[in-house]
C-alpha cells in the first residue's frame, strides 16, 4: 500500500539533490495510490515533471510551492498522456507561460483534449541551470511513454515504469507486455542509481527493483499460461480468481486487463489462441 502523506510530507517540495525535488499530488489514480508525483528538475531554470492534479486545491498548493522557491518554469514535461498525470497542465501552461512537452504519440493520444507544444524523441536532451536530461522512449505502459535520465547523477525519472510500492497496469490495447519488458531491460542497461516514480517514494535500490520487476511479469504469464493449459477454452475473466486469489472481487476488472495482456504476449509466441473472448492453450490441443 502506498505510505499516507501527511501535510507536513507535502507542504513544500522535498529537495532530493541539487538537481531534482519532489511535490506528491493528490489524483485520481488507481488504489492503492492516491498521489501523482510532480517534480521540479533545476534550480532556477526549471522543468516542471507532470502538474498532475485536476482538482482546485492541489493546484494552487503546487503554484504557492513553485512560488516560494522561485526561477522561472522554462517548460512542462509530461511522462505520458494517462489523467493522473496531466490534470493541472493547461493550469501551468497559463500561469507560467511555458510550452507543454511530450513524446509525439503522447501529443496524438492527447490531441483535442491538451495541445503540446513541443515533441521531445529517443536521444535527445535539454538542460536545466543545473545539469542535462537525456529523452528515454520507454513504451510498455503507454505507447508514447518517455523516461528522463541524468547521467551525471544516476537519477531517472520513470513515470509510471515502476512504483514505490506494488506493481504497475498494463491496460491493452496501450500496454503492451513485450514492449514493456523491453523498456524495463533497456532501463536496466542505463544502470540508474535511484528511480523516481510518479507514485510512492524514491528507489534507490534501482536494479534489483527492475529486475524484480522483470520477474514478476515473467510469473504472471507462467501463471496464465499454466492456468489457462489445466482446463479448457476460456474467458480471461475466469482465470482472474486463480491467479489474483487475495484480490477483492471489486479489483478484478482490472485484474482482467493485467490477464489479458499476458494472454496477448502468449498469443504472438505462438502458446495460445483466441477465439473472440475465448482462449486456448495450445499446448494441450496439439498446437505445439
Request: proline residues 6%; negative net charge; hydrophobic residues 35%.
Amino acid at each position: 500500500m502506498e505510505r499516507p502523506l501527511s501535510r507536513m510530507d507535502r507542504s513544500t517540495f522535498r529537495q532530493f539533490s541539487d538537481e531534482l525535488a519532489v511535490l506528491p499530488l493528490r489524483t485520481p489514480t488507481l488504489p492503492p495510490a492516491t498521489h501523482t508525483n510532480c517534480y521540479l528538475l533545476g534550480d532556477k531554470r526549471l522543468t516542471l515533471v507532470e502538474p498532475a492534479s485536476p482538482w482546485e486545491d492541489e493546484q494552487k498548493h503546487l503554484v504557492e510551492c513553485i512560488d516560494e522557491r522561485g526561477g522561472v518554469v522554462e517548460r512542462i514535461f509530461l511522462t505520458h498522456h494517462h489523467l493522473d498525470h496531466i490534470g493541472g497542465v493547461e493550469m501551468a501552461r497559463s500561469r507560467y507561460g511555458c510550452p507543454v512537452v511530450a513524446h509525439p504519440r503522447t501529443a496524438e493520444l492527447l490531441d483535442g483534449q491538451i495541445r503540446i507544444d513541443e515533441v521531445l524523441r529517443e536521444g535527445e536532451t535539454f538542460d536545466t541551470d543545473q545539469g542535462q536530461w537525456n529523452v528515454l522512449h520507454t513504451p510498455g505502459h503507454a505507447s508514447g511513454h518517455l523516461c528522463l535520465a541524468n547521467r551525471r547523477t544516476g537519477d531517472f525519472v520513470v513515470g509510471d515504469m515502476v512504483a514505490g510500492e506494488g506493481t504497475i497496469v498494463l491496460d491493452p490495447p496501450e500496454g503492451v507486455l513485450a514492449d514493456y519488458l523491453a523498456s524495463l531491460e533497456r532501463l536496466r542497461s542505463e544502470a540508474p542509481k535511484v528511480l523516481h516514480p510518479a507514485h510512492g517514494d524514491a528507489i534507490l535500490d534501482a536494479d534489483d527493483r527492475l529486475r524484480q520487476y522483470i520477474e514478476h511479469r515473467h510469473m504472471r504469464t507462467q501463471q496464465v499460461r499454466e492456468a489457462l493449459g489445466a482446463g479448457g477454452p476460456a474467458h480471461s475473466m475466469d482465470l482472474v480468481p486463480g491467479i489474483y486469489p487475495e484480490l477483492p472481487v471489486t479489483f478484478h476488472g482490472v485484474a482482467q486487463r493485467q490477464v489479458l495482456c499476458h494472454l496477448h504476449w502468449l498469443e504472438a509466441e505462438g502458446y495460445v489462441r483466441s477465439d473472440g473472448d475465448s482462449w486456448t492453450s495450445l499446448e494441450v490441443s496439439g498446437g505445439r
